[in-house]
């Protein structure tokens, strides 16, 4: 087995320790917005309505505001069981990729015939968040940079090579990528010109449900929904959603639920919570600033499969999060898991490993969340109980972007319209479900092990990964 340069040239300990110490346990991006998040009202009496979206993150948000673009006569409903934007969609790294199938090599090996349309749906539809953020006057901080794929390991220099285009995907050798951004870690990379933006994801979480307040959805905070009962109701007359304190009959039902358990049983197994981590550093000074260069302020991201992503907010601070991506027996999602100090130290060993130049930066916020994991990787779709409700979801951590998509799939499912969207293999496949445990849990450490192993043995795989490519439950991004 080889070491990894985060092996290689480790920091000080005392250098990662000093950066950690009084790191506050919380969203960077929520707390960023404290004094400007909106507030709505609790669900309290029972309502009859057209459509009813379940979730006020991006998916669901998505598909109330463009729901009631579509249809301006509408009564549209979200029910959101904490507050908007509390979950994936306030934690994320705030890259809007316009990749709808994690990547490329993703994208090929499952959708090989429809692939390069998917690259092009993808396009436009990151397009289509810009115009329409720019028309609602949503300030979600959107960058549209590009992103850099780094070479941080001499096997990865090639990849680079293969993938860049020349045209919208430029390969950066060892001295162009450091002009770009200075870190000895780099080798070479592929800068992705078009296909990448960022975004403050509270602010965009925020900005979405004060656009779709102001066109007429009526927004329910702490309202969690309970269940979906269909019993004696025909499919015109839609669904009862239940909450503790009222119920909404809807002719249509969005399901935006994603990590969280499935309300319906035919999805019980198609998603895993894995948690990810991240790190906020405080804002970096002028010549901090000239010392790593970053001048283009590209969103980053290593190519091992135990990868870092990091990027610069507009205050100059930097995020840097990945790494370790961790399962709980039985899918368990509880907040004690979101405080891992063994996975910030690594973090932060591997942050001053790539820059060793910020020496003595502090880390001001930590924090973690749950992604919705599905075996292939990117989002999947459908409609249950007689067209009358439909789900997006298993984003798989990049769903910045997707949701977008995802809002305007389920809204074609439920209108019952045969579109190009879902027409799309991809809208129509489902990914094989996760097996029961113990099964999930042994197969998922045992995945996790071996694409470590692979990163310390120049990106060769095993034979569990091999398998596991074979049988479509392989993964690189």
Known sequence: MHTTVFERARPAASVVNHALSGTRQASFWMDDQAGATPTYPKLTGDLVADLVVVGGGYTGLWTALLAKRERPEARVVLLEAKTIGWAASGRNGGFCEASLTHGDENGISRFPQEFDRLQELGLANLDEIESTLAELGIDAEFERNGAIDLAVEPHQVEWMRESADGEHALFLDETAV????????YLAGVWHTRTSALVHPAKLAFGLARAAAAAGVEIFEHSRVLGLDTAGLSVAQGTDVRTQTGTVRAVRTALATNVFPSLLKRNALQTVPVYDYALMTEPLSADQLDAIGWSNRQGLGDS???FHYYRLSRDNRILFGGYDAIYHYGGRIREEYENRPAT???????????????EGLRFSHKWAGPIDTCSRFCAFF????????AYATGYTGLGVAATHFGAKVMLDLLAGRTTERTELEMVKSRPL?????????????????SLDRADHNRGERNLILKTLDAVGLGFDS
């Open 382 to 389: 459908g409609a249950a109980r007689g067209g009358r409700i």
């Open 433 to 449: 479900p996760f097996p029961p445990e113990p099964v999930a849990s042994i197969g998922i450490q045992a995945t996790r092990w």
């Open 344 to 358: 910030f130290q690594t973090l932060g060993n591997h942050f001053f490993t790539t820059f060793p130049q910020l």
């Open 304 to 306: 091992s499969n135990q």
């Open 178 to 185: 450091r002009a770009q951004v200075n870190s000895p870690t």
